[in-house]
C-alpha cells in the first residue's frame, strides 16, 4: 500500500532537573553545594532517507518522543542528555505543522536533515547559584519541557519527467519500457494506484527519474477519482509526459483529452500547468491513429508542443522522444525547494516580548522571546550560533542594547548565557 500522508505527534525530551546537593565528607563538617546540572533532551531529528518511498511507516505508529535528559546529582555530577530520535522520511516529504498549516520543512535532498521540536534545556544545580553572599543555595532550576506539537507529513513524489494523461493510455506500459520498473498493468481504468518511479538510462549516457502519475479524470482537482490524492506528485516533476490515446479506440478525441487534463492541472495549481509539455501519441500501432496523428501535430506543434508518434504495445518511437526529454532537462534549471519553509523565529516576533535591564553593569535580557529562543539553539553548534545571532538582531534585542548605551566588551545576560558585546 501507498501511503503518501499522515499525521503524528512529536515530542522533543525534557530537561533534567538540577540537584540540590552539599559536600559531605569527612573533615568537612559544612561542605559546599555541589548539585550538578540536568542533562538536556534530545531533539527530533526528520532525516532524508532515498530508500524510503512511501510514508506508510506511519500508518500504525502515530507517536514518537525523545528520550528526556537525566536529572543532575551530587558531587557536580552532570545527567546525561537525552538522545535524539531520529525520524526518517522518503524525499519530496513536506512536513506541516497540524495546527497552523505552516511549512516545517521540504525535505528534498538526500541527507537533510531538519530539528523540528527542540528538545528542552536541563536545568542548573544548586551549586551553579552560589555567590558570595548566597553560599549554601538550598534550590535548583527544574529541566525546561521539551517541545511537542502535531505535525502532518505529505509525500510529493521527485522526479524529473512525469508521465500524465487519462487512465488506460499506457502510461504504466511505457515506463515499463523506458525503465527497470515493473509497475502491474491491467486492461481496466484506475490501474495505477500509487505513482510509481523508474530511472531512465538512455543511449546518449544519460539518466533521469521518471514518475508514472495515476490516471487524472475530469474533476480530479475537486477529489473526484483519485483526484488531488495523485494531482500534488505532478507539482515536484520538472517535465510533463502528456500520454495521449492516438487510436480513439475508447471513444474519446485526444485532442479533447489534451485540454481536459490541462484544465483540471490549471485547475489544481497555475503553476503546474505552465511547466514543459511534450506529448507522446501512443497506440500508434492501430491503424485509427494514423489520422489522429495528423490532427494532433497540426492543433499542438503549432502552439510549441512537440508530438511524439509513439507504440507501448511495439516499443517503437521512443528514442526520438527521449532525445528531446535530455535537451530539456539540460536545459531548464535545477529543481528548488517546492515550498517555502515557515521561519521559526516569525512566531516568536509575532507574539513574545522582551525587556533590557542593567544589573551591577550587566545587560539582562528576559523574557518569552529569550527563553524560546535559547530553547532552540545548540550553542555548540556553530550553524546554530550563526542562527543565534540572526536572531537576536531579528527580534531586535541589538537595536535595543545599542539604545540603552552599550559598548563593545560589555557583559550581556540572558538567563543563564553571559557574553560579551561585539559590534
Given at each position: 500500500m501507498f501511503v503518501d500522508k499522515a499525521k503524528i505527534y512529536i515530542k522533543a525530551g525534557n530537561g533534567g532537573n538540577g540537584a540540590i546537593s552539599f559536600r559531605r565528607e569527612k573533615y568537612v563538617p559544612a561542605g559546599g553545594p555541589d548539585g550538578g546540572d540536568g542533562g538536556d533532551g534530545g531533539d527530533v531529528v526528520f532525516v532524508v532517507n532515498t530508500g524510503k518511498h512511501t510514508l506508510m511507516d506511519f500508518r500504525y505508529r502515530k507517536t514518537f518522543k525523545a528520550q528526556s535528559g537525566e536529572d543532575g546529582r551530587g558531587k557536580n555530577m552532570y545527567g546525561k542528555k537525552g538522545e535524539d530520535l531520529i525520524i526518517e522520511v522518503p524525499p519530496g516529504t513536506i512536513i506541516r505543522d497540524a495546527?497552523?498549516?505552516?511549512?516545517?520543512?521540504?525535505?528534498?535532498?538526500?541527507?537533510?536533515?531538519?530539528?523540528?521540536?527542540?528538545?528542552?534545556?536541563?536545568?542548573?544545580?544548586?551549586?551553579?547559584?552560589?555567590?558570595?553572599?548566597?553560599?549554601?543555595?538550598?534550590?535548583?532550576?527544574?529541566?525546561?519541557?521539551?517541545?511537542?506539537?502535531?505535525?502532518?507529513?505529505?509525500?510529493?513524489?521527485?522526479?524529473?519527467?512525469?508521465?500524465?494523461?487519462?487512465?488506460?493510455?499506457?502510461?504504466?506500459?511505457?515506463?515499463?519500457?523506458?525503465?527497470?520498473?515493473?509497475?502491474?498493468?491491467a486492461n481496466y481504468h484506475f490501474t495505477t494506484l500509487t505513482p510509481n518511479l523508474g530511472v531512465v538510462k538512455t543511449r546518449f549516457d544519460k539518466s533521469f527519474v521518471m514518475a508514472d502519475?495515476?490516471?487524472?479524470?475530469?474533476?480530479?482537482?475537486?477529489?473526484?477519482?483519485?483526484?488531488?490524492?495523485?494531482?500534488?506528485?505532478?507539482?515536484?516533476?520538472?517535465?510533463?509526459?502528456?500520454?495521449?490515446?492516438?487510436?480513439?479506440?475508447?471513444?474519446?478525441?485526444?485532442?479533447?483529452?489534451?485540454?481536459t487534463i490541462n484544465k483540471e492541472l490549471e485547475s489544481f495549481s497555475k503553476e503546474l500547468a505552465q511547466k514543459p509539455q511534450v506529448v507522446a501519441a501512443n497506440k500508434m500501432d492501430i491503424p485509427s491513429a494514423q489520422e489522429n496523428i495528423l490532427r494532433l501535430k497540426e492543433e499542438l506543434e503549432g502552439k510549441g508542443i512537440k508530438v511524439f508518434p509513439v507504440s507501448a504495445a511495439t516499443a517503437k518511437g521512443f528514442d526520438e522522444l527521449l532525445a528531446e526529454l535530455i535537451k530539456m532537462l539540460e536545459e531548464l534549471?535545477?529543481?528548488?525547494?517546492?515550498?517555502?519553509?515557515?521561519?521559526?523565529?516569525?512566531?516568536?516576533?509575532?507574539?513574545?516580548?522582551?525587556?533590557?535591564?542593567?544589573?551591577?553593569?550587566?545587560?539582562?535580557?528576559?523574557?518569552?522571546?529569550?527563553?524560546?529562543?535559547?530553547?532552540?539553539?545548540?550553542?555548540?553548534?556553530?550553524?546554530?550560533?550563526?542562527?543565534?545571532?540572526?536572531?537576536?538582531?531579528?527580534?531586535?534585542?541589538?537595536?535595543?542594547?545599542?539604545?540603552?548605551?552599550?559598548?563593545?566588551?560589555?557583559?550581556?545576560?540572558?538567563?543563564?548565557?553571559?557574553?560579551?558585546?561585539?559590534?
Open positions: 495546527e497552523t498549516n505552516r511549512i516545517l520543512a521540504d525535505l528534498t535532498k538526500p541527507g537533510e536533515r531538519r530539528i523540528l521540536a527542540y528538545g528542552g534545556k536541563g536545568g542548573k544545580g544548586n551549586a551553579k547559584f552560589a555567590t558570595s553572599t548566597r553560599q549554601a543555595p538550598r534550590f535548583a532550576r527544574e529541566g525546561q519541557k521539551g517541545e511537542e506539537r502535531w505535525v502532518i507529513l505529505e509525500l510529493k513524489s521527485i522526479a524529473d519527467v512525469g508521465l500524465i494523461g487519462y487512465p488506460n493510455v499506457g502510461k504504466s506500459t511505457i515506463l515499463s519500457i523506458l525503465t527497470e520498473s515493473r509497475p502491474k498493468i502519475i495515476p490516471g487524472i479524470i475530469e474533476g480530479a482537482h475537486q477529489g473526484v477519482g483519485l483526484g488531488i490524492d495523485f494531482l500534488r506528485h505532478i507539482e515536484r516533476t520538472r517535465i510533463l509526459v502528456h500520454v495521449l490515446d492516438a487510436s480513439g479506440i475508447e471513444g474519446r478525441d485526444p485532442i479533447e483529452d489534451f485540454y534549471p535545477p529543481l528548488e525547494p517546492f515550498e517555502e519553509e515557515w521561519d521559526r523565529l516569525d512566531e516568536i516576533i509575532e507574539e513574545e516580548p522582551f525587556e533590557i535591564e542593567i544589573e551591577e553593569g550587566v545587560y539582562v535580557v528576559s523574557g518569552p522571546a529569550v527563553d524560546r529562543l535559547l530553547g532552540s539553539v545548540n550553542l555548540d553548534d556553530y550553524e546554530s550560533m550563526q542562527y543565534f545571532q540572526r536572531a537576536l538582531r531579528r527580534l531586535g534585542i541589538i537595536d535595543a542594547l545599542r539604545d540603552m548605551g552599550i559598548n563593545d566588551g560589555d557583559t550581556v545576560r540572558m538567563n543563564d548565557l553571559e557574553f560579551d558585546f561585539i559590534e
